[in-house]
């Protein structure tokens, strides 16, 4: 099977176009979570999703936008972002996100948005962190979002350490090390490159690829705006923080 892996698309609707269109060919999506909140277009990223064979979890933004969690968490940005979304997602949407579950093991594969540990709230950004799942838990490959930065980080079991692999690389193999991956946000990036930021995986060959692609950014924008959603959340999307 060939997946597009994908995460934190955050109701950009346009930015998953250009992902989907990009990804080509693809049998399914495996989706991370925090399909909705900050963007324009809610109740339509989620019907795309649907059109497609689809193994999704939920994300902090996900569960906040059906009363799920408790917003005092959120940045005040945030926090009106999503009691917007809340507005304006339909009955069949909020359907969707309430039957989404915090983490998916599938073989030795496990999707959790923050982390194994803390599907909901950690943001796993460190070796640190890192090692304390991998030393919780036995999948071989987990597959998080929610910093939307893309990341590896491979297991040495014999050390029992983390480590990043050797350079940057964007390819790697899942047949060896016990890996986490993350693909990065398709919808609002955050490392400084604005481009909307996926994976591919291959589970016959057993090979991820980080990939990047362009999409519309303005017309997003413009999207947001008509809204009234805030305008830092606007401008962040052209520079990728
Ligand atoms: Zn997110």
């Known amino acids: 099977m060939r997946y597009a892996v994908i995460s934190d698309i955050h109701s950009n609707l346009t ?83 309430l039957n989404l579950p915090n983490t998916i093991k599938l073989g030795g594969f496990l999707l959790a948005h923050g982390s194994p540990v803390n599907p909901v709230w950690e943001y796993l950004d460190s070796l640190y962190l890192a090692k304390d799942n991998f030393l919780r838990f036995d999948f071989q490959t987990a597959f998080v979002g929610h910093t939307h930065i893309a990341l590896a980080i491979k ?43 996926y994976a591919i995986m291959d589970t016959e060959k057993m090979s991820w690829e980080f990939r990047r692609t362009h999409y519309n950014i303005e017309r997003t924008q413009k999207r947001m705006r008509n809204c009234g959603l805030p305008k830092r959340l606007i401008e962040r999307l052209q520079y990728g923080w």
């Not at 050390?159 to 090390?177: I, M, R």
């Open 15 to 97: 930015a998953l176009d250009a992902v989907l269109e990009d990804a080509r060919p693809f049998d399914a999506l495996l989706c991370l979570g925090d399909v909705v909140g900050y963007g324009p277009d809610p109740n339509e990223c989620v019907a795309r999703l649907q059109s497609y064979p689809l193994t999704c979890i939920a994300g902090n933004h996900d569960l906040a936008a059906i009363g799920q969690l408790d917003l005092s968490r959120f940045n005040p940005d945030a926090r009106q972002a999503n009691y917007w979304t809340r507005d304006e997602l339909r009955r069949e949407s909020r359907d969707f996100l």
């Open 155 to 197: 297991w040495d079991s014999e050390q029992k350490e983390a480590s990043f692999p050797e350079e940057n690389a964007c390819s790697l193999s899942l047949a060896k090390d016990r890996l986490i991956l993350n693909p990065g946000s398709v919808g609002q990036p955050r490392d400084d490159d604005p481009r909307a930021s």
